[in-house]
Nanobody, 124 residues
Framework: QVLLVESGGGLVQAGGSLRLSCAAS????????MGWFRQAPGKEREFVAA????????YYADSMKGRFTISRDNDKNTVYLQMNSLKPEDTAVYYC?????????????????WGQGTQVTVSS
């Protein structure tokens, strides 16, 4: 069983940057796809980005391309989400998740492990 712990959230002004981290442990997760999702108040959770731990292939929601970058550090067993040019509408709880390399990276029901989430608040 994989354990995921997010960190790096906080309060930032519009136009600023944050880097979220997701530390993974407890399983042989090298074959997993690691994803980031977010949920804003009153809205459904949505896909942000994903990365294949083995190949490094990345996937992004169209609205995140160009501003967000997902990466991983195999030595540290950590996945990152670099967020630049943040906007107030990026305010949400951001979740890290893991899935096997089947199904769809954008579909949250395909992910079998989730972190507790980290709050990102962007002020205008």
């Amino acid at each position: 069983q994989v354990l995921l712990v997010e960190s790096g959230g906080g309060l930032v002004q519009a136009g600023g940057s944050l880097r979220l981290s997701c530390a993974a442990s407890g399983s042989t997760f090298s074959r997993y796809i690691m994803g980031w999702f977010r949920q804003a108040p009153g809205k459904e959770r949505e896909f942000v980005a994903a990365i294949s731990w083995s190949s490094g292939s990345t996937y992004y929601a169209d609205s995140m391309k160009g501003r967000f970058t997902i990466s991983r550090d195999n030595d540290k067993n950590t996945v990152y989400l670099q967020m630049n040019s943040l906007k107030p509408e990026d305010t949400a709880v951001y979740y890290c998740a893991a899935k096997y390399p089947t199904g769809q990276v954008v579909r949250q029901n395909d992910y079998h492990a989730w972190g507790q989430g980290t709050q990102v608040t962007v002020s205008s």
